[in-house]
């Protein structure tokens, strides 16, 4: 995996906690030697320090970039490739990560604020990024794999609960989205993943609860959620396999929600 992932950028959006946390580590310890991190988010003090920590425990054979990018914001994105130092711009692997729910309510009463920034960041935000980075790997002709977009999903694009009407559309939307992209693209050598995950602990439920840790938390009491390590090593396991081996669809969840 290591020898793989060699030489590679790799561009992580949401890269300021959880899944998206864990994943940037993850790649840096599985190939610490001349890789380039791209690392996403709107908290950009938040990703000094992960660049930071990143280097202090595998070294500085690993580059990694700090980039304050929030992906609801067409024209960041349209600049975001545009703006990256030469040595980034050769992008390998793009992990559409980033996204979010806000509120817990029937369908009839979700804000309209709400609804709008969670189409804006899950789904158009990640449309908007690949549309942004599928130009790289499109005019690479080296005979091998052309990159990889990882997308990030959600078990509740499969299967939707009352509540999170908004949220599950979202995420049907990404799965419909990867999955027909990935027929567009597999001629092309660009292997376009999905990965769905269960239930996670990470910032998730604060940020779905306006902030409320005491709702996050007990979203959480007497269950054993996955850590964003689960996650991260499977998008690291994708992103490494050989050039021909697409793992396409991944659906991975703690035992107590089956
Ligand atoms: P976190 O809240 O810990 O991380 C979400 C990340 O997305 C943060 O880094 C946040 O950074 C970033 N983000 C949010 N909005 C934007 C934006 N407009 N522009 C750029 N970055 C943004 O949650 P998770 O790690 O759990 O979530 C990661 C992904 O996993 C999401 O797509 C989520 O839907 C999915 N997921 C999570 C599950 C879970 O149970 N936790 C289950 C299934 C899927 P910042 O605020 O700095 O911009």
């Known amino acids: 995996a290591a020898k793989r992932l060699e030489g590679k950028t790799i561009v992580i959006t949401g890269a300021s906690s959880g899944i998206g946390r864990s994943t940037a580590f993850e790649f840096a310890r599985t190939s ?16 000094k320090q992960i660049a930071q920590d990143i280097v202090k425990e595998v070294g500085d054979g690993v580059k990694v970039l700090p980039v304050q990018l929030d992906v609801s914001n067409p024209d960041q994105v349209r600049s975001f490739v545009s703006n990256l130092p030469a ?16 509120g817990v309510a029937k369908a009839p009463e979700i804000a309209e604020e709400d609804i709008n920034v969670m189409f804006a960041t899950n789904v158009t935000g990640l449309i908007n990024m690949t549309q ?29 609960y009352p509540g999170g009407g908004i949220y599950c559309a979202t995420k049907a939307a990404v799965r419909s989205f990867t999955d027909s992209l990935r027929k567009e693209l597999i001629s092309k050598r660009v292997r376009v993943i999905g990965i769905d995950p269960g239930q996670v602990e990470t910032e998730f439920s604060v940020v779905r609860f306006y902030g409320d840790k005491s709702k996050a938390d007990a979203v959480y009491a007497n269950q054993e959620p996955l850590t964003p390590e689960d996650i991260a090593e499977v ?6 396999r050989r050039e021909n081996v697409v793992v396409a669809d991944t659906l991975i969840f703690p035992s107590h929600q089956a």
């Open 87 to 102: 040595e980034f711009q050769e992008i390998d692997v793009l992990v559409n990560n980033a996204g979010l729910v806000k």
């Open 235 to 240: 998008i690291v396991f994708t992103a490494s």
């Open 132 to 160: 942004a980075v599928l130009p790289i790997f499109l005019k690479r002709n080296n005979g091998e794999g052309a990159g990889d977009i990882i997308n990030i999903g959600s078990i509740a694009g499969r299967e939707p």
């Open 32 to 47: 610490p030697k001349n890789l380039k991190l791209v690392l996403t988010a709107r908290r950009i003090d938040a990703l």
